[in-house]
């Protein structure tokens, strides 16, 4: 359906539960180096419960690394750096989610190359920021919403 690709995440349960998103919409999962937990840490695995070994994400070395073989592919940067809400995108199967660390976000340099691909979630001003994986969910489901043809199809 779509590919979620996690710039340099930090938190195994946040990971282990997008993983078990993934799994549950037919979506690829991209980690992105480095990590602050190996693949193998048992919280990632308890968030991602029996799912995980269906998964198979694929892990890249660094951002250059990933940029380099897919800096032609559709993508939509999550940030709160940016006015245009999610549900204005225009998703494609296919298309390439990208979520920063829980900590930093994406690379300004990255928001700023893709500046016409930046998306966000609206909060109110009381919020700073969403768990990352709720964040996947919302903007993952949307791309499925609007491709819901496509997605009843893979079931």
């Not at 590919?3 to 349960?13: F, M, Q």
């Not at 006015?83 to 930093?104: H, I, M, Q, V």
Request: hydrophobic share 40%; charged share 25%.
């Amino acid at each position: 359906m779509v590919n979620i690709v996690l710039v340099e995440p930090r938190i195994a349960p946040n990971t282990g539960t997008i993983g078990r998103l993934c799994v549950n919409m037919g979506a690829s999962l991209h980690l992105i180096e480095p990590m602050g937990f190996v693949i193998e840490d048992s919280r990632l695995k308890r968030a991602g419960l029996d799912y995980w070994h269906s998964l198979n994400p694929t892990v890249w070395p660094s951002l250059d690394a990933f940029m380099k073989e897919h800096s032609d592919k559709r993508m939509w940067l999550a940030t709160t750096r940016s006015d245009r809400p999610y549900f204005e995108a225009d998703f494609r199967p296919g298309d390439y989610l990208l979520f920063g660390s829980e900590t930093t976000g994406l690379p300004a340099d990255l928001l700023e190359e893709y500046r016409d691909r930046c998306i966000t979630i609206p909060q109110t001003p009381q919020g700073r920021s969403l768990n990352i994986s709720i964040c996947a969910g919302i903007v993952a489901y949307e791309a499925v919403r609007q491709n819901y043809e496509t997605f009843k199809e893979m079931m």
